[in-house]
Structures are given as C-alpha cells and as structure tokens.
C-alpha cells in the first residue's frame, strides 16, 4: 500500500512491485479482459493509474489501442520506450488521475492494482465521474482492489513483516475511522543496511458504497469476481475484481 503522491515504487522499489504482482497474474487478468469485454483492434481502452503498464502492454501487444496515464514520469517514460520500440497503439499521458479528462470515447477503462484506494469517496467520485464521461454509451469498466471493507476487515494485520529480494519491509497500520482508511508505516531495509521510511493511506469503501458511487457517477455495478470472469466474490477473499457499466 502506498500513497498516489508518494509511492516508493519507483526506481529500484519498482522491481519489487513486479516481484508483488508477477506477470502470469497480468496475463491472466488481460486473457479475461480481451473475451469478457470482447475487445479487438477496433476496441479503445483507458488504462487509469496505469503503473509501468502491464495492462496497457499486454492489451497493445494484441492490437487493442490504449490510452495509458499515470502521474509517475518514470512510469511513463519507460512505458514510451516499450511503445516505441515496439510500435505499439498506445498513446501515454503523465498527468494526475484527477485531472485527466478526454473527448476521446472508450469502450472500457481500467484501474486496477489497488490504485483507486489511495483516494477518498469524494476524489473516487470525481475519478468514476470522469471515467464515466469518456465512456462510450454501453461502456464498461474494471477495477481491481483489494482494499475495500469486505477484504480489508477481516484481513487487518497491525503488525507484519516480508522480505522480498533482499529487501525487508516492516510494517505498522492502523484502522482508522471518520474517514474509514489504513494507515502504514513502512520501514524498508535495504540490502546494505540503509534504511527509508514512508507513510501510505488507503480509504477503505464497502461495496454498498462503491455500488452508491458507482450509482452517482452514471454507471451500474454489474458483477464483483475474486477471479474474473470465474469465481464471485466472496468476503475475505484476497482481491475484487468490480465489473461496471455505463447507464445508458
């Protein structure tokens, strides 16, 4: 978990975040996508928060053309030089979420990775409003979380602690309320002893309230997977997969 303005996912962390969520779980979730939402080379897709593109490559690599934004210039930087050297579709905007608007139509929009929880249920709103607009009527949307009340409650863990590639991560959260949200400090050890610390939030919404501000924002919430397009979600499980639609 990390805040969107302050993510220490970036330079040698990002290795670590590949190391998180490997690349069969992106090929997994890009071999549901294409079918679910019956994608082709005609298809547009928004790719929100988009990282260092896993969604956004896998899905230009099979000829879908992907608009990939994301606030983080050394994402964005490297997500450019795969397209160019690739030749890729993929048009690539490094700017916040909150900001981004478009008169380009889409036929889905992706946030996904947990991203949309580093933001409270105003700037969620605002984010699905947004994502709303630019939505072509019938269009469809997917976010992965695995933040929101059903998960996070029952998983809470005040203390832990992982290793990952020579890396040791401590961590400290509390559950805190009025706002309902997580907040964790991090204490990441480096292989040479050298230490950083770094605070994170993540909102935690209920799916009753993400259905309201689905609601609010013009679409209807039409499925929640825990594996898309197999399994229905059910509490506890370690990730949600919501599945929305543009209101006609």
Known sequence: MSNINDSYFDGYYKDIWKTIIPAELTGKETD?????????????????MCGYG?????????????????????YTKEIKAAVETEQLPVTVSTQHVLDFT?????????????????????????ILKNISACLKPGGQVLINTWSIAEIAIPTFKPKSWSEINGMKFLTSSQYLFQPARIVTEHIIIAPDGSTETKTGIDYIL??????????????????????????KFTIGEPRAYLVGEKVA
């Open 102 to 126: 478009s008169t380009e139509p889409f036929d889905l929009a992706l946030c996904m990775g947990n991203s949309l929880n580093f933001f409270n249920a105003d700037d969620t709103l605002t």
């Open 32 to 48: 549901f996508m294409i079918p679910y939402f019956q994608l082709s080379e005609s298809s547009r897709v928004l790719d929100l």
């Open 206 to 231: 209920s799916l009753n309230e993400m259905e309201s501000l689905f609601h609010a924002a013009g679409l209807s919430l039409k499925e929640v997977y825990s594996i898309p397009g197999r399994k």
């Open 54 to 74: 896993r969604h956004t490559l896998a899905l230009a690599r099979k000829g879908i053309s992907v608009t990939a934004v994301d606030n983080l210039h050394d």
